[in-house]
């Protein structure tokens, strides 16, 4: 349990280090995707030490802390392309399509699959 909430935190804050860093160009790379790796890498690590594990307590993320990581990356996003300018990548850029596709539409289309999942079953 303890595990996987470290994980959870530490992925939260590499996705938020990651999008901060894109706005600052003059940053090198090893320290904007250094983070990033790091964090693949132990989780990479505790998969494979996990796997051997049987644990039936094994279940999904609370909607309220998926809703809470949607709109605090959005909102930061948001933020830094007001506050800051514009970022590196058109991926975190608000006057881009590819945002607004991938951190609104999917997030929504992902949970209306869910609901009509679980209304089949």
């Not at 303890?2 to 901060?20: C, G, M, P, Q, W």
């Amino acid at each position: 349990m303890l595990k996987d909430e470290l994980l959870r935190v530490s992925l939260y804050a590499t996705f938020i280090n990651l999008i901060i860093l894109d706005f600052f160009h003059e940053i090198p790379w090893y320290i904007q995707y250094g983070p990033i790796i790091a964090v693949g890498i132990v989780s990479v690590l505790s998969v494979i030490i996990r796997k051997g594990d049987n644990e039936e307590g094994s279940e999904d993320a609370p909607i309220i802390y998926r809703l809470f990581l949607l709109i605090s990356l959005s909102l930061v996003v948001i933020c830094m392309n007001i506050f800051i300018g514009e970022p590196s990548t058109e991926l975190f850029s608000i006057y881009s399509s590819k945002f607004w596709i991938i951190f609104i539409a999917l997030p929504l289309l992902g949970s209306v699959y869910n609901k009509v999942k679980a209304r089949e079953a």
